[in-house]
Nanobody
């Protein structure tokens, strides 16, 4: 069982930046893809960015050009750099393991709250 711990959320003004981190325990990290998901109040959890085990990335249209996902296998950590934040980017952000075919694996972490003031 892989334990995921997200951090880095907070309150930021529109146009600002945040960098989220997700540290994973266990041996499954480097062999799997990873994803960052966002859940706003009243909305379903949605995938905003993903990275495969070999480093290929993909982004939701709403965050393309503003968010960057990266991973450091030596640290068992995946990052989400979020720039030019908008109020609609607010929500709880979660990371998850994914297969390289896009299937989510395992349990969720506790998430980290992002609030963007206008």
């Amino acid at each position: 069982q892989v334990l995921l711990v997200e951090s880095g959320g907070g309150l930021v003004q529109a146009g600002g930046s945040l960098r989220l981190s997700c540290k994973a325990s266990g041996s499954s990290f480097s062999g799997n893809g990873l994803g960052w998901y966002r859940q706003a109040p009243g909305n379903q959890r949605e995938l905003v960015a993903s990275i495969t085990s070999y480093g290929s990335t993909n982004y939701a249209d709403s965050v393309k050009g503003r968010f960057t996902i990266s991973r450091d296998n030596a640290k068992n950590t995946v990052y989400l750099q979020m720039n030019s934040l908008k109020p609609e980017d607010a929500g709880v952000y979660y990371c998850s393991l994914r297969s390289d075919y896009g299937i989510r694996i395992g349990s969720w972490g506790q998430g980290t709250q992002v609030t963007v003031s206008s």
